[in-house]
Nanobody, 115 residues
Framework: QVQLVESGGGLVQPGGSLTLSCTAS????????MGWYRQTPGKQRELVAE???????YYDDSVKGRFTMSIEHTGNSVYLRMNNLKPEDTAVYYC?????????WGQGTLVTVSS
């Protein structure tokens, strides 16, 4: 069983920064892709950023230029650096990984952007 554990959420003022972390229970080299999603009440979960293989990260237009996704293979960790946060970034953020066509999800971490 693959486990993904997120951390780093919290309350931040507009314009502030946060870094989310996700630690996998197995080597990140095993994953076909890894991504960060977010969800707000009443809405579908949406893709924020994704890395597939050795490709460059994909970013949703709403976060492009503000968010940076990275993978640290030595620590089996995935990060999402979020700068210039906006109230509309408020959501539960989920780490996701794909191995052998199976999706694995973390439990989510809440990010609240408010003054």
């Amino acid at each position: 069983q693959v486990q993904l554990v997120e951390s780093g959420g919290g309350l931040v003022q507009p314009g502030g920064s946060l870094t989310l972390s996700c630690t996998a229970s197995r080597s990140t080299f095993n994953f076909y892709s890894m991504g960060w999603y977010r969800q707000t009440p009443g809405k579908q979960r949406e893709l924020v950023a994704e890395i597939t293989g050795r490709s460059r990260p994909y970013y949703d237009d709403s976060v492009k230029g503000r968010f940076t996704m990275s993978i640290e293979h030595t620590g089996n960790s995935v990060y999402l650096r979020m700068n210039n946060l906006k109230p509309e970034d408020t959501a539960v953020y989920y780490c996701q990984g794909v191995i052998n066509d199976t999706d694995y999800w973390g439990q989510g971490t809440l990010v609240t952007v408010s003054s």
